[in-house]
């Protein structure tokens, strides 16, 4: 692992190279990921902290990006939830690897509305419907025929022609960006960074030192 290099032969990134707004950029970068056909190229790290102050992280899917942010879904009683319940603000990293691209966002954390988690729970498929119903996420559970009853008993409660309603305890939360910033990786780790960061209203575009 010591010894192992990737020589990054990539083309540049400069400030006068990105969109003027992040938002613009990111889905510049995700298209080109999807294109390349990397596996859950919506995928982001993200990373919040519990009550002692110590940081947590995982990964999430990324369900929705415009001008109000990055919108994922998950249970409301799971860790991440109650953390940013206590202190509402993350980070989050996409890891574009092989394309030799990283993007790291920082900002606060809202829960979006139960119109828009109600109209996401209706595109997912039934399985994870139920399972959002049956899952006590986060919770220790004693195997995995006990998760297969507890899915097994929510499955009996709806009809197969009944729609699954969203559990109440299951919705979104939108990461609301004031820092981005993107990441090109370079031959000889002089890669290039390029922040922005939202002042006054406005997004900011500044180089930085690898």
Known sequence: ???????????????????PDPVQQWRRWHFDALESGLIEPNAMSLATVDPNGVPDARIVLVRGADDRGLT??????????????????????????????????????????????????????????????????????????DLDALVAEQTARFDDDEPVPRPPHWGGWRLVPDEW??????????????????????????????
């Open 181 to 210: 910033e993107f990441w090109q990786g370079r031959a000889s780790r002089l890669h290039d960074r390029v922040r922005y960061r939202l002042t006054d209203g406005s997004w900011h575009r500044t180089r930085l030192a690898p």
């Open 1 to 19: 692992m010591r010894d192992r290099r990737i020589q990054y032969e990539t083309d540049g990134l400069d400030v006068a190279d990105v969109d």
């Open 72 to 145: 994922f879904y998950t249970n409301y009683t799971s860790a991440k939830s109650r953390q940013l319940e206590a202190n509402p603000v993350a980070a989050a990293t996409f890891g574009w690897l092989e394309l030799h691209r990283q993007v790291r966002v920082r900002g606060s954390v809202v829960r979006v509305d139960d119109a828009e988690s109600d109209a996401y729970f209706e595109t997912r498929p039934r399985g994870s419907q139920i399972g959002a119903w049956a899952s006590p996420q986060s919770r220790p559970i004693g195997g995995r025929a």
